[in-house]
């Protein structure tokens, strides 16, 4: 299972939105629970949000509830992250990774830079 984040990270000023998208290489794409993280620098990584394999359930940090969503196309092995309201906090390199059924994040993307500035 092979990650690949599509090109659509980039500048762009606050209350901007951005969608992202990762594809996945393999058969099994549905039986990953998909994931998003993010590491500002300085800091470590931490997971945004999450959707599960079997029964497409989300869940968010408080930092991006209400302003982002996760979601997939099992047809398309995809996985998208839709932000909106973007805030000069939000700056970092985003990451998609997949956890076969849930259990540990096995595979990674390569990572996209996201810079909210004014």
């Known amino acids: 299972q092979v990650q690949r984040v599509e090109p659509g990270g980039g500048l762009v000023q606050p209350g901007d939105s951005l969608r992202l998208s990762c594809a996945a290489s393999g058969r099994t794409f549905s039986s990953y629970t998909m994931g998003w993280f993010r590491q500002a620098p300085g800091k470590e990584r931490e997971i945004l949000t999450r959707i599960t394999w079997n029964d497409g359930r989300t869940y968010y940090v408080d930092s991006v509830e209400g302003r982002f969503t996760i979601s997939r196309d099992n047809a398309k092995t995809t996985v998208y992250l839709q932000m909106n309201s973007l805030k000069p906090e939000d700056t970092a390199v985003y990451y998609c990774?997949?956890?076969?059924?849930?259990?540990?994040?096995?595979?990674w993307g390569q990572g996209t830079q996201v810079t909210v500035s004014s």
């Open positions: 990774a997949a956890a076969f059924r849930g259990v540990k994040w096995d595979y």
